[in-house]
């Protein structure tokens, strides 16, 4: 993964990204490997040792893990500060999120989302690199007014989770191959990537619960059906285009082996990947 | 390649090599063909001790697909039989999702049979007598054992694979059952879908040795992992 495409990918998010992140990125860099030395001593074992792994490793390689983790704290933030903004506005009752339930379980995925921020900025300056920053003000979540209501609309809150869960699956899932010389970086990605997936399950299930699918009739799963979202707005469809791929590595998986499996059950039981490129342009409105 | 695992000194890592460089259109076929070779060479191995006896997933990629394909054949199976003989009180929504997750692991499990060809482990013998199929408690239970097991066992995988191809079947495999994982968790408590994570907000990775060491009571033939990469 080169760098300048990453780079410039990000910019395509946030126009301000060189003059944010570039223009320190050499002044940081040293700085960050310093102050990630010392920060050695006070982290747990396991982390510690996927930092003295990548310590080990080529500088090239490093920039090429660090860049993908940006990316990926970029999208955690997305959701970190979404649902931030969802949370508080149930609390205070402008977003008619169910006490109970419902509430907790917003919560909870904030705080796991805000878990992931941190981690990865750990992970991003205690292996050299510079982890991008960003506020609750450099989010739009009305994707610049297709989704006008998202803090005051609970149906429409829910549908705007259950896509960003659904392509931060899809996102992760899609970088995995790009971790692979290092073994703890990666390992840790993939234990990201299933909460994500957890959630979205999750999500979906609230939704369901919910009601005011569309199109009408439509049945929303904890898994994907098809390229389906149960969402009534064209804004979401890339994040699920693509998963009603029913054919995995050359092999059929409708009725495969023999066994009654339908297209529909056939795209559910595998999750697809999307580029960078495409995770980009689906979450560049969502970016003010 | 940094690994150089051998069996009976033939240089696995050499085949590992020419797999990563076979096109898309051709590297599973190969697969069947190589896997079958290294599986064949595990087999004719006689200087392991008895304890490593019984069926050998192999070694490299391949040997990783069967360990797959062996956790399949677990789940599979268990959720045929939980669909076949419903837990009393099972109401339509239960029922209509618990057979899609029936379908999904039939899949997974039929994907890989077909992807291994000649080289996939035989049909397993498996052993559910500690499951009471009639109790709702027993079922779900059971289910989220194997779910987040499953979970665990891919994430833990990840890494003993050495094809991207590969990494990113796995990958599109772990994220349903970390959503069949939720939806099973939800419904023994709702809200407990994430339950269990680290303190950073991680699922949990097992290696194929912690993996066997639960799902092995469930397991009647003799498995040998021992071929299997580590690092």
Redesign the interface.
Known sequence: MKIENIINEIESVDPEIFERLDGRRNVMKNFARFSGKIALASLPVAFGSMLSKAYGSPSGTNDAITDVLNFALTLEYLESEFYKAGYAAGVAGTLAIPAGAPLNAIKTIRDHENAHVNFLKTAISSMGGTPVAFTAASFDFTAKGNFANVFTDYALFLAVAQTFEDTGVRAYKGQAGNLMSNNDVLTAALNIHSVEARHASHIRQMRKANGGLVPAGVNVKPWITLNQSGIGSTAVQASYNGEELTTQAMVSIINVGGFAISSSAASEAFDEPLTKEQVVAIVTPFFA | MPTKKTIDGQSVAETEGNIKNLSR?NF??YIGGASALLITAAACKKDDNSSNSGVNLGSGDPGILNYAYALEQIEAAFYTKVFESPFSGITASESA?LG?IR??E??????F???LAGGAIPALELDFASINFGSRDSVLATAKAFEDLG?SA???A??LITS??Y???A?????????????IR?LIA??T??DG?D???????RSPSEVFAIAGTYVKTKLNISNLPT?
């Open positions: 259109r599973l076929g999702l899609d379908d999904h039939v899949a997974h499990r039929e994907f049979k077909a992807a979970v891919y994430n833990g990840g890494k991207p191809d990494l990113l079947l990958g599109k495999i772990v994220s349903v059952e970390a959503r069949h994982a939720a939806y939800d709702p809200g879908f994430a994570l303190a950073n907000g991680l699922d949990m990775s690092t």
